[in-house]
């Protein structure tokens, strides 16, 4: 029960930081979107927008690729940052209790 509710929470919070990296705005700059683009400038024939639609397609997976790749990283660091606090909370409340003896 204990290991279902982490991996609900864990894929809650990859869900959550996901949406967040998607919401960053790509700077993808690719070669074949610039040809594509200026080709339809130049010239707009359906052969030219279809081709501009595809590199734009491409661009969307990279974007999402990316934020995928994104939100795995931010998981990792709060993650690990959660972890270290949750570490340093137990090691200097446990210094600070009073020793009983017996």
Known sequence: MRRTRTL????AVYVFAFIL???????????EFDQAF??????????N???????????ELI??????IGAM?????????????QIGKRYFLGKRRPQTSR
């Open 8 to 11: 609900l929470f864990v894929s």
């Open 21 to 31: 990296a998607y919401w960053v705005p790509p700077f993808i700059h690719r070669r």
């Open 38 to 47: 200026s080709a339809l400038c130049k010239n707009p024939i359906p052969e």
């Open 49 to 59: 927008a279809a081709a501009l639609r595809i590199q734009q397609h491409k661009n």
């Open 63 to 68: 974007h999402l690729e990316d934020s995928a």
């Open 73 to 85: 990283v931010l998981l990792v660091i709060f993650s690990g940052i959660y972890e270290g606090l």
